[in-house]
Nanobody, 123 residues
Framework: VQLQASGGGLVQAGASLRLSCAAS????????WGWFRRSPGKEREFVAA???????YYANSVKGRFTISKDNAKKMIYLQMDSLKPEDTAVYYC??????????????????WGQGTQVTVSS
């Protein structure tokens, strides 16, 4: 499985961006998909995840502002980011997991990772 993230950029606070992640392979429908981010000097952190059933999960820091979704037919995962804040500045990574078990918010439980896309929010 290969993942290709895109859609990052430089925006002002309050603006919106939509990140996209294109997935290859046959596992798309049954996988758990997630978005993580890493800011300079910080550990990689969970942002959002979506199950095969379309149940979403969000970090408290983005809840109400970000929306994760997926399109099974196109094998795409999206992260709509609204009301962006400077603290959202980070490299964003999409990830996929086919193994059962483990917490959706823990990066080490994911099997596949995209290359990351930079999001910069200016104040």
């Amino acid at each position: 499985v290969q993942l290709q993230a895109s859609g990052g950029g430089l925006v002002q606070a309050g603006a919106s961006l939509r990140l996209s992640c294109a997935a290859s392979g046959r596992i798309f429908t049954n996988a758990l998909w997630g978005w993580f981010r890493r800011s300079p000097g910080k550990e990689r952190e969970f942002v959002a995840a979506i199950r095969a059933s379309n149940t979403p999960y969000y970090a408290n820091s983005v809840k109400g502002r970000f929306t994760i979704s997926k399109d099974n037919a196109k094998k795409m995962i999206y992260l709509q980011m609204d009301s962006l804040k400077p603290e959202d500045t980070a490299v964003y990574y999409c990830a996929g997991r086919i193994r059962a078990g483990g917490n959706y918010y823990e990066a080490h439980h994911y099997d596949y990772w995209g290359q990351g896309t930079q999001v910069t929010v200016s104040s």
